[in-house]
C-alpha cells in the first residue's frame, strides 16, 4: 500500500496596494524534491489586513 506525506506552506502577501506575489520559485524547489500541490486557499483578505495563501502539498513515501 501507497504511502503519504503532507506539508502545507503559508505565503503571504502584505499591505492595502499588494507587491507582486510569485510563489513560483518556492514551489518548483518543492516539485524538484517529488512534492505536489493538492489544494490552495487563502485567508485575511481584505484592506488592511495582509493577504494569506496557504499550498497544501503531497508527496509519496517510499
Request: charged share 30%.
Amino acid at each position: 500500500m501507497k504511502k503519504y506525506e503532507y506539508k502545507t506552506i503559508k505565503f503571504v502577501r502584505k499591505g492595502v496596494f499588494k507587491s507582486k506575489f510569485n510563489p513560483d520559485e518556492e514551489l518548483n524547489k518543492l516539485g524538484s524534491e517529488g512534492w505536489r500541490v493538492i489544494t490552495t486557499y487563502t485567508a485575511g483578505a481584505g484592506v488592511s489586513s495582509s493577504d494569506e495563501l496557504f499550498f497544501t502539498l503531497m508527496r509519496e513515501i517510499i
